[in-house]
């Protein structure tokens, strides 16, 4: 998570109080692109207190809302806690804008960039669990920065040669996906960042659990093998194929895909990394602009041009074929 509100002890207890916790450690928690946290500590556990930084109070009330459903169903995941009047949670006024907080129970993990094979096995299956149950209806419908967003940038004219090319792939997805593909409750943000696991040190490494909900949808579950593949799965701006198989043969022991959903597999790792270039441009060109970041859309731009290069026949038979 990255830091975005400054909060000092005092203001961090103050916030605490409305649990009933009494801190006596606080820290900031790094990494992440959307939310403030800290990590905090009383005299029994820990926690990670979140200031929603990108998302709205109605936002983070629903996502309270699907913490909670996916405890009733085991989703090793982050566990909301309540504050001592039942709420799903708090608000911090900062600079006169309210922004939402979130406290959840801390989960002793690790994030660990290079994923195996045997990791990745582990994590599709994960996936597939969490992907086969039913979404409740408070979802949205949309994929928070997927093709139904690309319009609102292009012809702003900021990168000419990129909106450009954002037109050309928004209409090629558009045409190209099938109508009537499953969809589901997917994750929505499957990177390796969002994934836990038990040691980053023993040779048995045991996935623990997934974090940061914030882009959960009901959308194509398919999707979610392609963001997967793009967060867990990309060497030297291109798939390696051999963990993006190990992935997918994880997802399919829980859930076998359909026909349809091999046949678009590569077009959605495609479309996850030209989601993630919108979603870099809108972010650090118009949203909150940085100049040392402006161009960061350019690597998944390089992303999803590689991937589309490569021979659907190879990309299939990588995947899907028996051995």
């Not at 309270?64 to 009047?85: I, W, Y």
């Not at 994590?123 to 669990?129: F, S, Y």
């Amino acid at each position: 998570m990255a830091t975005y509100t400054k909060l000092n002890p005092k203001i961090i207890q103050s916030i605490a109080d409305e649990y009933e916790l009494k801190i006596i450690e606080s820290f900031p928690l790094e990494g992440g692109s959307g939310n403030s946290s800290f990590v905090l500590k009383d005299d029994h556990s820990s926690y990670v207190l979140t200031v929603c930084d990108d998302k709205n109070i109605k936002e983070i009330s629903k996502m309270g809302a699907l913490l909670l459903f996916l405890e009733s169903h085991n989703v090793p995941c982050s566990r909301l806690v309540l504050t001592s009047n039942n709420d799903r949670m708090s608000t911090l006024k900062i600079s006169n804008k309210i922004k939402p907080v979130m406290i959840k129970r801390h989960i002793e993990g690790h994030v660990i960039k290079e994923l195996d094979e045997a990791m990745l096995l582990q994590v599709g299956i994960e996936v597939a669990r969490l992907n086969n149950i039913p979404p409740p209806d408070y979802l949205p419908t949309s994929h928070p920065y997927g093709l139904e967003y690309f319009s609102t940038v292009i012809g702003l004219n900021i990168d000419i040669e990129y909106e450009s090319w954002l037109s050309k792939e928004m209409v090629n997805l558009k045409s190209h996906i099938f109508t009537g593909l499953p969809k589901g409750l997917i994750h929505g943000d499957l990177f390796y960042d969002n994934i836990l696991f038990n040691s980053s040190n023993s040779n048995t490494k045991a996935f623990r659990a997934f974090i940061d909900f914030e882009e959960a949808c009901n959308y194509y579950l398919v999707y979610e093998l392609g963001m997967g593949i793009l967060g867990c799965c990309i060497k030297r701006d291109t798939i390696d194929l051999n963990k993006a198989r190990a992935f997918v043969r994880g997802y399919e022991k829980e859930r076998p895909l359909t026909k349809e959903e091999k046949e678009s597999l590569q077009l959605f790792v495609q479309y996850a990394a030209v989601a993630l270039s919108y979603w870099r441009f809108n972010k650090y060109n118009i949203k909150e602009p940085n100049e040392s970041m402006a161009r960061q859309h350019w690597e998944m731009v390089e992303v999803a041009k590689n991937i589309s290069e490569i021979l659907d026949t190879r990309f299939y038979n990588s995947i899907f074929a028996k051995d």
